[in-house]
């Protein structure tokens, strides 16, 4: 059984962002990165994130980088909002799974894939905007809402899905009106990330469009990027590939120029 | 990744990029074998939500083809293929297509011994014209009205027409198509489709515990859909009568329709119409004669064989029974359960107006009778999350009935697994009467728990 009540709990559970990231993502703004790298110091789980992260090989770093200084100024300015903002998101998955087949290595994988491509796609596109090369980052908490959500209902959901083609996101928007999509955006309001975020991720679930034509586009890139991602073998198997609606004509049209920076052929 | 079960037809639906390295992780050796194991005509992989794939990708499902079909005899291939990929798919195979491609699901549905809509009318066109042929033969068997392009021009000049057709196929290959004896439910009636020559093998094809419980769940009418049926011999003779009279102690009735008798023995049909076998000419006689339908699907509570009584094995898996439906329809309303009542006795059922209900059995490690009586209410909050919308339509409510007692069904079902009880499951009959219902219960013992989801009263009985 699950009720809006259930979204409701879910976003009142949100942390507050921690003093230590808002003076982080403050000085970031400011365009001070020598200074945001002194402040992120202090948070010892960030620093350990941050190292995991940027070690990854989907980053292509020839040698192993240790010290936030060192990581921040290898990022650049852009990038490392981005970055904080996915450890943002990492603060809410869950220390265990029970709908997904994850685990917290899978889910920075899938992280540090989605921020790695979205940023080829912006070079691609020349979009040289730090909030949406950000804005990226929220699309995983749309798995981290249905794990929330859905992981009472495992084995009712499972039976459903047997006999109904219904995805995890139609099912929750039928039951209470709302969607991940929607949480999401409640997550991004109460952390306070820009309207452009909030606007692109909606706009990202493919069937609810944005009055700006520019995120339209955006949006298709990050629904084909998040499509691309789950079909790897890794998010096949943690059952990732399905549990949102892949809305194929919405894409049709950049199709080609995706596969040419991703390489597919 | 699970097949989706619907209307005889299992259709696994990936999304996205399908290559040498993911594909092998759509479909995972439990599940190939999970598939081998359905009841269903058409076993299909959906491409409409892959927006590419390569040789290696598609190999993964062909080899699940493969082996699905060596054990299931079900019809497989890929659907929902636009042209781009049909043509693809072509190219990638050339001569050596060993599965079918269908445009749409409702294409491939058109070919599947379950199809439980009336005929339609089919302009269909095929470059390959042996292709075109056997296409047309199967549908004119299933019993539609194929109406063949014999070339591009021809299909192209037609198809600005498209008013006058309810389908058009083109870029569809048909292969070999299944052997199983299909089953379907129309209305209160189980369809039977065979096909050629029957001989022995219907002794292997033919699913008797399946036939038996549905007799037991109340089903009393069942219709061989034998059109494609060219001849049989003394062995399936034997067979069809053996299982008239079996069936007659049940008052049910066993009808053929379409079998031509141009190549079977008079006495055969003498044979057979002594067993108590009916003939017509054709499905509409009995499906849209709806006076005939109810009379011959009518229930004689004096006709209730089996009397068998609950047992200490079923007892003690009661609660996963109530677990499975409770939790199930706790979830599809969206509203919470209250246990009011249990009794053990025969069914009691207080107030009938306003109320459905379905009946579905189960049978292996062990067997019984599980019966659901819901206020229209709580079906029709069930469809608005299964069709996104609200309905009155008393047929559609019955057919989400239906869909939702399956789910129950098949969650009973897992968690007896988990206790190493494997069961399978008929399919579900709905009453839209009550009193039909009572006759198939008539003096039988069981357990009745009484529940309110909300404001709904909501009853459940299991008996053997």
Redesign the interface.
Same mark, same amino acid.
């Given at each position: 059984m699950i009720e809006k009540n259930d979204i409701d709990l879910f976003i009142e559970r949100i942390p507050p962002t921690p003093k230590v990231l808002i003076d982080t993502l403050r000085l970031l703004n400011d365009g001070e990165l020598a200074l945001a790298a002194v402040s992120a110091k202090s948070d010892l789980a960030l620093h350990a994130y941050l190292k995991n992260l940027v070690n990854k090989p989907i980053y292509g770093l020839k040698n192993s980088v240790n010290n936030i200084p060192q990581i921040f100024g290898l990022l650049g300015l852009d990038a490392t909002q981005q970055t904080i903002y996915n450890y943002m998101i990492n603060l809410l998955s869950p220390k265990e799974w029970c709908f997904f087949k994850l685990d917290i290595y899978i889910f920075n994988n899938l992280q540090a894939e989605l921020s790695a491509n979205w940023k080829k796609i912006l070079l691609f596109l020349k979009i040289k905007d730090k909030n949406i090369e950000s804005a990226i980052t929220l699309l995983p908490a749309t798995i981290i809402v249905a794990e929330a959500i859905f992981k009472e209902n495992l084995e009712n959901i499972n039976a459903i899905r047997t006999v109904q083609d219904i995805d995890l996101n139609t099912i929750l928007k039928r039951l209470t009106g709302f969607d991940f999509f929607d949480v999401c955006e409640q997550i991004a309001i109460r952390w306070e990330m820009p309207y452009i975020i909030r606007d692109l991720i909606q706009s990202s679930s493919g069937i609810k469009p944005s009055k700006d034509k520019m995120i339209n586009t955006l949006a298709k890139w990050m629904h084909l990027l998040l499509f691309y991602t789950l079909s790897k073998d890794i998010f096949i198997k943690a059952q990732l590939n399905d549990f949102i609606s892949f809305e194929i004509d919405f894409v049709m049209d950049i199709f080609n120029d995706f596969s040419t920076i991703m390489e597919i052929e | %990744?699970?097949?989706? @079960? $619907?209307d005889g037809i299992a @259709?696994f /639906?990936?999304?996205?990029? #399908?290559d040498g =390295?993911?594909s092998?992780?759509?479909i995972s050796l439990n599940d190939i074998e999970a598939t081998k194991k359905l009841d269903v005509s058409l076993i299909l992989v959906s491409l &409409? $939500? *892959?927006?590419?794939f +390569?040789r290696n990708g598609l190999d993964t499902f062909i080899k699940m083809f493969y082996d699905v079909s060596l054990v299931n005899k079900a019809t497989v291939g890929f659907c929902d293929c636009n042209d781009k990929k049909y043509d693809t798919i072509i190219k990638f195979y050339k001569n050596n297509l060993t599965f079918s491609l269908f445009n749409s699901l409702e294409t491939a549905s058109l070919f599947s011994s379950n199809y439980k809509d009336e005929g339609k009318t089919i302009l269909l066109y095929s470059e390959d014209k042996s292709q075109r042929t056997a296409m047309a033969i199967e549908l004119h068997d299933f019993g539609h009205n194929p109406i063949i392009a014999q070339s591009e021009k021809e299909f192209l000049e037609k198809k600005k027409k498209e008013q006058l057709y309810d389908v058009i196929i083109e870029k569809t290959f048909l292969s070999q198509v299944g052997e199983k004896v299909g089953t379907r439910v129309s209305g209160n009636a189980i369809i039977y489709t065979i096909s050629s020559f029957l001989d022995s093998s219907l002794g292997t094809t033919f699913n008797l515990k399946y036939h038996n419980n549905s007799l037991n769940v109340g089903f009393r009418l069942f219709i061989f859909d034998a059109y494609k049926v060219s001849a049989m011999n003394i062995h399936a003779l034997t067979f069809f009568a053996k299982l008239a009279s079996a069936s007659a102690e049940y008052n049910a009735t066993i009808c053929f329709v379409g079998l031509m008798f141009d190549k079977i023995p008079p006495k055969f049909k003498e044979t057979l119409e002594d067993a108590g076998i009916m003939f017509y000419n054709d499905m509409d006689d009995i499906l849209q004669n709806k006076k005939l339908l109810s009379e011959l699907s009518k229930i004689d509570a004096t006709s209730i064989k089996n009397k068998k009584s609950l047992n200490k094995k079923i007892i003690t898996e009661l609660p996963n029974f109530i677990d499975a439906t409770v939790?199930?329809i &706790? %979830? %599809?309303t =969206?509203?919470?359960a209250i246990k009011e009542s249990m009794n053990m006795n025969t069914l009691v059922i207080d107030e009938k107006e306003g109320k459905i209900a379905s009946s579905i059995g189960f049978y292996g490690g062990i067997d019984g009778i599980v019966i659901f009586v819901f206020p229209q209410e709580i079906a029709k909050k069930a469809c &608005?999350? #299964?069709l996104?919308e609200e309905t009155d339509d008393v047929y559609m409510i019955l057919d989400t009935l239906a &869909?939702l007692v +399956? @789910? *129950?069904a098949? /969650?009973i079902k %897992?968690l007896l697994t988990a206790h190493n009880i494997n069961i399978n499951i008929t399919l579900p009959r709905t009453y839209s009467n009550i009193d039909d219902l009572l006759d198939i219960v008539t003096n039988k013992k069981g357990v009745q728990v009484d529940l309110a989801f909300d404001n709904d009263k909501f009853l459940f009985f299991l008996t053997r």
């Amino acid at each position: 059984m699950i009720e809006k009540n259930d979204i409701d709990l879910f976003i009142e559970r949100i942390p507050p962002t921690p003093k230590v990231l808002i003076d982080t993502l403050r000085l970031l703004n400011d365009g001070e990165l020598a200074l945001a790298a002194v402040s992120a110091k202090s948070d010892l789980a960030l620093h350990a994130y941050l190292k995991n992260l940027v070690n990854k090989p989907i980053y292509g770093l020839k040698n192993s980088v240790n010290n936030i200084p060192q990581i921040f100024g290898l990022l650049g300015l852009d990038a490392t909002q981005q970055t904080i903002y996915n450890y943002m998101i990492n603060l809410l998955s869950p220390k265990e799974w029970c709908f997904f087949k994850l685990d917290i290595y899978i889910f920075n994988n899938l992280q540090a894939e989605l921020s790695a491509n979205w940023k080829k796609i912006l070079l691609f596109l020349k979009i040289k905007d730090k909030n949406i090369e950000s804005a990226i980052t929220l699309l995983p908490a749309t798995i981290i809402v249905a794990e929330a959500i859905f992981k009472e209902n495992l084995e009712n959901i499972n039976a459903i899905r047997t006999v109904q083609d219904i995805d995890l996101n139609t099912i929750l928007k039928r039951l209470t009106g709302f969607d991940f999509f929607d949480v999401c955006e409640q997550i991004a309001i109460r952390w306070e990330m820009p309207y452009i975020i909030r606007d692109l991720i909606q706009s990202s679930s493919g069937i609810k469009p944005s009055k700006d034509k520019m995120i339209n586009t955006l949006a298709k890139w990050m629904h084909l990027l998040l499509f691309y991602t789950l079909s790897k073998d890794i998010f096949i198997k943690a059952q990732l590939n399905d549990f949102i609606s892949f809305e194929i004509d919405f894409v049709m049209d950049i199709f080609n120029d995706f596969s040419t920076i991703m390489e597919i052929e | %990744m699970r097949a989706i @079960i $619907k209307d005889g037809i299992a @259709i696994f /639906k990936p999304q996205g990029f #399908l290559d040498g =390295n993911s594909s092998d992780y759509f479909i995972s050796l439990n599940d190939i074998e999970a598939t081998k194991k359905l009841d269903v005509s058409l076993i299909l992989v959906s491409l &409409e $939500k *892959v927006i590419f794939f +390569n040789r290696n990708g598609l190999d993964t499902f062909i080899k699940m083809f493969y082996d699905v079909s060596l054990v299931n005899k079900a019809t497989v291939g890929f659907c929902d293929c636009n042209d781009k990929k049909y043509d693809t798919i072509i190219k990638f195979y050339k001569n050596n297509l060993t599965f079918s491609l269908f445009n749409s699901l409702e294409t491939a549905s058109l070919f599947s011994s379950n199809y439980k809509d009336e005929g339609k009318t089919i302009l269909l066109y095929s470059e390959d014209k042996s292709q075109r042929t056997a296409m047309a033969i199967e549908l004119h068997d299933f019993g539609h009205n194929p109406i063949i392009a014999q070339s591009e021009k021809e299909f192209l000049e037609k198809k600005k027409k498209e008013q006058l057709y309810d389908v058009i196929i083109e870029k569809t290959f048909l292969s070999q198509v299944g052997e199983k004896v299909g089953t379907r439910v129309s209305g209160n009636a189980i369809i039977y489709t065979i096909s050629s020559f029957l001989d022995s093998s219907l002794g292997t094809t033919f699913n008797l515990k399946y036939h038996n419980n549905s007799l037991n769940v109340g089903f009393r009418l069942f219709i061989f859909d034998a059109y494609k049926v060219s001849a049989m011999n003394i062995h399936a003779l034997t067979f069809f009568a053996k299982l008239a009279s079996a069936s007659a102690e049940y008052n049910a009735t066993i009808c053929f329709v379409g079998l031509m008798f141009d190549k079977i023995p008079p006495k055969f049909k003498e044979t057979l119409e002594d067993a108590g076998i009916m003939f017509y000419n054709d499905m509409d006689d009995i499906l849209q004669n709806k006076k005939l339908l109810s009379e011959l699907s009518k229930i004689d509570a004096t006709s209730i064989k089996n009397k068998k009584s609950l047992n200490k094995k079923i007892i003690t898996e009661l609660p996963n029974f109530i677990d499975a439906t409770v939790s199930t329809i &706790e %979830m %599809m309303t =969206n509203s919470k359960a209250i246990k009011e009542s249990m009794n053990m006795n025969t069914l009691v059922i207080d107030e009938k107006e306003g109320k459905i209900a379905s009946s579905i059995g189960f049978y292996g490690g062990i067997d019984g009778i599980v019966i659901f009586v819901f206020p229209q209410e709580i079906a029709k909050k069930a469809c &608005e999350l #299964l069709l996104g919308e609200e309905t009155d339509d008393v047929y559609m409510i019955l057919d989400t009935l239906a &869909e939702l007692v +399956n @789910i *129950v069904a098949g /969650k009973i079902k %897992m968690l007896l697994t988990a206790h190493n009880i494997n069961i399978n499951i008929t399919l579900p009959r709905t009453y839209s009467n009550i009193d039909d219902l009572l006759d198939i219960v008539t003096n039988k013992k069981g357990v009745q728990v009484d529940l309110a989801f909300d404001n709904d009263k909501f009853l459940f009985f299991l008996t053997r």
